[in-house]
């Protein structure tokens, strides 16, 4: 039921010692990290949101709204430039937090050694836009672990770790803030419990792909019509958006976009340099070749190995595709504050995801008008493998134009704090 796969990071596994299982040193571990700054050995992929890269990230996404792409529509908008797509967050943000003492290290050395680790949800929040040129500095801490002792997706024990990310502008003013989800689970669980053993490769016919180039043809996006929170009534539908069959071009161009992988993996010489850095990331092939665990994104036998029918989506295209479809419906002049979403199921090569949503309640909230929305993301077998919820400041003819909301006030210290102990380190 999750999504996203990767090595539990460990120089050790090759020891064999505690590999591939979830220990109670572990969990006890994973808590004591809970509200301290990790540090990230890893530069972000895009330190500077130029106008390019912010781009290059929306056509990433598979999302063509010009808002995203070109100045000079974005000065007809509010926000009177381009301005980046609202999940580009994930592939930026400077971080300051110091290098770990000895003892820090000791509490942040690899958790779940040899533990499969799965993306399985995510809640964000924006509060500003970001525009081209500037940077941004991100801090990141686990805020919650949670211990299930029979996962029905293994069948073992797992572990549910809950990261926040923090991203602040060079004053400390907060623009986002996500709050991921990972589950770790011991991989030999997730193969004796079969649950996807019935499950192939979706096959289409002709008809079928014309049904959803239909969908395709009809996505609607609102642009520069404003869409006022006046005219929303409750059960509206949102257009639907199509995103499949996924191939192999939708994965390569999503590392286009995002970057390769937050554990510094990289190509030919780079990929060796983190080969000797994280042995355990490295899995040999039926070639020999050792090759990053995180393949089974792109290598249908690696997802073989682990009982799966073929390899798989990360759960970053789903927010994104989510995204795209409230972006759509809400038009350029309305703001979209919060976003969340769930992964319950894999999202295989060859999967079909229809985006679909529905006005579930208005409000007002102070000088916000405000709409909330029931989100969803369903396969071709009418599985509902993305559900979420988002919430939206839309313009009102009374009183015009969306404020944006403010950051609560322990966002605002702790982005203060973020920069003022940088500058005191310095």
């Known amino acids: 039921m999750q999504v996203k796969e990767q090595e539990n990071d460990s120089a050790a596994v090759a020891s064999g010692e505690s590999a591939g299982k979830i220990t109670q040193a572990d969990i006890e571990r994973a808590r004591a990290q809970i509200g301290i700054p990790k540090f990230a050995y890893n530069k972000p992929y895009n330190a500077i949101a130029s106008r390019d890269v912010v781009s290059h990230f929306a056509w990433a996404c598979g999302d063509d709204n010009p808002l995203w792409h070109d100045s000079a529509y974005g000065m007809s908008t509010r926000w009177r430039d381009q301005i980046a797509f609202p999940l580009f967050l994930h592939s930026t943000g400077t971080n300051l937090t110091p290098k770990p003492d000895a003892a820090q290290k000791d509490l942040f050395k690899g958790l779940f050694r040899g533990v499969g680790k799965y993306y399985t949800g995510v809640a964000w929040t924006w509060w500003q836009p970001l525009y081209p040129d500037e940077r941004l500095f991100v801090e990141r801490v686990t805020s919650e672990v949670k211990v299930n002792q029979k996962s029905s997706f293994s069948g073992g024990i797992s572990v549910t770790e809950v990261y926040r990310d923090l991203w602040v502008n060079r004053a400390g ?21 079969g649950r996807y053993a019935a499950v192939k490769r979706q096959a289409y016919t002709a008809e079928d792909i014309a049904r959803i180039d239909e969908i395709y043809a009809a996505e609607l996006r609102r642009g520069a019509e404003k869409r006022y929170w006046d ?87 789903r927010t994104s595709w989510l995204i795209h479809l409230v972006t759509n419906w809400m038009g350029d002049d309305a703001w979209l504050w919060k976003l969340s979403c769930q992964s319950r199921a894999f999202n295989f090569m060859g999967d079909t995801t229809i985006c679909s949503g529905r006005v579930v309640d208005k409000r007002v909230l102070g000088v916000h008008h405000v709409v909330d929305l029931e989100v969803t993301g369903t396969n071709q077998r009418g599985e509902v493998t993305a559900p979420g919820t988002a919430t939206v400041i839309l313009p009102t003819r009374a009183t015009g134009a969306v404020v944006l909301p403010p950051a609560p006030d322990d966002m605002m210290e702790r982005g203060a704090m973020v920069m003022q102990a940088a500058a005191d380190r310095s």
């Open 173 to 193: 003013l907060p623009v986002g803030r996500r709050e991921e989800a990972y589950l770790s689970a011991e991989r030999e669980g997730s193969r004796k419990t």
């Open 231 to 317: 005219d929303v009534e409750v059960g509206d539908e949102l257009v639907p958006v199509a995103k499949g069959p996924l191939t192999m071009v939708d994965i390569i161009s999503m590392h286009m976009g995002l970057g390769l992988s937050s554990s510094g993996i990289g190509p030919l010489r780079y990929n060796w340099q983190q080969r000797t850095r994280m042995p355990a990331f490295f899995v040999p092939d039926a070639y020999g070749v050792p090759d990053v665990v995180q393949r089974v994104h792109w290598d249908h036998n690696r997802a073989t190995d682990l009982g799966l029918p073929t390899s798989y989506d990360y759960g970053q295209m």
